[in-house]
């Protein structure tokens, strides 16, 4: 092979590898352009979910803080429903255990 063989062969792929080197140039220009589609749509993705969520989170902790409120307030009637329920069952027992006694004494008196 002569020299001249040599260099129009070393052209040729020099000239194949451009090639590949613009369709690859092409190929990142094309994924450039989706990663700013990307980024555009991440970014109002994190819009929607900034003004939404932020929004909700706000409400959801007004409305705790209310109903927490409303709980406390609720506690001490719960606490004192208890109390009187504990004594009621307490006077019905020992109604129950006076019935008994008064029958007793019946028994012992007829």
């Known amino acids: 092979m002569t020299d001249s063989q040599k260099l129009d062969l070393l052209l040729s792929e020099m000239q194949s590898m451009k090639g590949e080197m613009q ?3 092409g190929e ?3 994924m450039k352009g989706e990663m700013q589609k990307l980024d555009q749509r991440m970014t109002r993705l994190e819009l929607h979910i ?4 932020d929004k909700n989170i706000q409400l959801v902790a007004e409305n705790f803080v209310e109903l927490t409120k409303k ?8 606490d004192k429903n208890l ?5 009621v ?3 019905i027992d ?3 255990e006076l019935e008994e006694d008064v029958k007793k004494l019946k028994v012992q008196f007829a």
């Open 94 to 96: 020992r109604v129950h």
């Open 89 to 91: 069952n307490y006077l």
């Open 71 to 78: 709980l406390n307030q609720a506690i001490p009637v719960a």
């Open 23 to 25: 369709s690859m140039k």
């Open 50 to 53: 900034e003004n939404g969520t």
């Open 28 to 30: 990142m220009q094309g």
């Open 83 to 87: 109390a009187y329920e504990v004594k």
